[in-house]
């Protein structure tokens, strides 16, 4: 029987089994309880876990953490190249290597945290079947292990607009702003795909073509201004929208801020992660019996 859930009695229900007094403890029903605290008191294992999740992915490699620093590059180059030079594809008067790569930060971010975050739960079958603890933190701490690639990329993102003369933008005190809106979307993707993945593991086989697809649904490669006016509004219901507009203004300034596909990105990533929070606690009682 699966033990986590709710503690349907405040007193131990009196017995005569064994040593005496009893706890039963029963599945949640109906509406459920987010217990966001549990997350301060298990945040221990919240730090080894992105801890072991950073070590993990550079462990017994020739190039080890050069490797955050070579995929934008390679990316950057790849899209220069193709866009830049072969296509024309404009980049709002920014140098293309810059706008390509401004853009790549919060994506490969974001897309790299719904890889890991959406196969987390699965990927830890034996500490879920075996201990109690919040099952919110591996999602977490899926999401959150990206940030240390982040601030390294950021470095080299830096590093090139100087390189191109383009000096760092005032705007850029609103950059953290802007990151954590980019974890929040993360975050909140992540609680929904993982949770669907423990029951429907054909979501792990969907997940690849997801953000491919949302790739080109996203302003990387091309300007947000070349969506039709008329369209602006619904293009700006994806979050990532808002997310990748405020970092190439926060980063590089110049232009209006775009803060209406931003305030929107707010309000979606809003509603996407309460109700992730919901779904995922929800779906929590049953993961050590489907898992």
Known sequence: MNVI????????????VGSGPITIIEPSHGWVALRLKLLWKYRELLYFL????????????????????LQPLAATF??????????RMPSDNIPYAIFAMTGLVPWNYFAAALSRGG???????????KVYFPRLVIPIAAVLGGLVDVALVLALVFG???????????????????????????????LWLAALNVQYRDVGYL????????????????????????????????????????FRWALLGGGPAPWQSVAIAVI??????????????????????VV
């Open 268 to 289: 979606v990533v809003s509603v996407l992660l309460v109700s992730g929070l919901f779904f995922f606690r929800r779906m929590e009682k049953i993961f050590a019996d």
């Open 207 to 246: 997940i690849p073509f997801l953000v491919q697809f949302w790739l080109f649904a996203t302003p990387v490669v091309y300007p947000a201004s070349l969506i039709p006016e008329r369209w602006r509004l619904l293009y700006s219901l994806n979050p990532m929208v808002g997310v990748i507009e405020g």
């Open 119 to 129: 196969g987390s739960l699965v990927g830890n079958t034996q500490l879920i079947s």
């Open 5 to 16: 859930g709710e503690i349907r009695s405040k007193t131990p229900l009196q017995q005569t």
């Open 160 to 190: 090139l607009t100087l390189s191109y003369g383009v000096g760092p933008s005032p705007m850029s005190v609103t950059l953290p702003f802007f990151l954590l809106l980019a974890i929040a979307a993360a975050l909140a993707m992540t």
């Open 78 to 87: 790849i899209f220069t190249v193709i866009f830049g030079n072969l296509v």
């Open 50 to 69: 992105v801890w072991r999740d950073v070590k993990v992915r550079y462990t017994q490699t020739v190039l080890g953490v050069a490797w955050v620093v």
